[in-house]
């Protein structure tokens, strides 16, 4: 069964523009989480969603903003791009159902610069 | 937010050395994971363990949730197993909290 599996692989920006990031989840999962992961930090989680629900939200602006689709895909959202968002994102996906986060099975990432 | 610790920060191994990686957390949790990531950035799932004792080959993890630490054993030491290992925790809001991460290098 293929993985998580995320596009585009890398993306350049400029300051100022809005990039869509999009994530497919492993057949059978129902919710997927965004993170931001800056070079030798971490992951920060920006999103939960499950079955098109937002559930889940970290400490970020409202410039990142996300959604999820009837077959469970989802995209996130970046407007007014700075120079401080340049980072990797990586997309999660997990069966979903449950109190709290289960088993995150994470996508290769996307490579966002902004220049 | 919940804060969450890793140490040491930085660790140098001998191939077939073993090692204990420690995670201290802040709050109460009902949610622990451990990831590994490579060094090309794929981050791969490898307990989850909110308390109790775990073991996948020649990695184990035990967290003690009432004493806030979970800790990782990596025995045997392998090149492969080079990478950053980080702890991620939860308190049931669905918002999953990371750790800096330990940096592992096996030398052959």
């Known amino acids: 069964d293929a993985g998580v599996t995320q596009s585009p692989t890398h993306l350049i920006k400029t300051r100022g523009q809005h990039v869509t990031l999009r994530c497919s989840p492993i057949?059978?999962?129902?919710?997927v989480s965004w993170y931001q992961q800056v070079l030798g930090q971490g992951p920060q989680f920006i999103f939960q969603y499950y079955e098109k629900e937002e559930r889940g939200r970290g400490n970020f602006p409202d410039r990142f903003s996300a959604r999820q689709f009837p077959n469970y895909s989802s995209e996130l959202n970046v407007n007014a791009l700075l120079l401080g968002d340049s980072a990797l994102y990586l997309c999660a996906s997990s069966f979903g159902a449950g109190d709290f986060t289960d088993t995150q099975y994470f996508g290769p990432g996307t490579r966002l610069t902004v220049l | 937010g919940i804060q969450v610790e890793q140490s040491p920060p930085d660790l140098i191994l001998q191939e077939g050395a073993n090692s204990t990686l420690r995670c201290n957390f802040s709050?109460?949790?009902?949610?622990l994971q451990w990831f590994h990531q490579n060094p090309w950035g794929q981050l791969i799932n490898l307990f989850y363990i909110p308390s109790g004792t775990k073991q996948n080959g020649r990695l184990s993890a035990t967290t003690v949730a009432t004493e806030r630490y979970s800790l990782l054993y990596i025995s045997s030491s392998q090149t492969t197993d080079s990478g950053v290992y980080f702890c991620a925790v939860e308190r049931g809001d669905y918002k999953l909290s990371f750790g800096a991460g330990t940096t592992v290098t096996v030398r052959a």
């Open positions: 057949s059978g999962h129902k919710s």
């Open positions: 709050d109460s949790v009902n949610n």
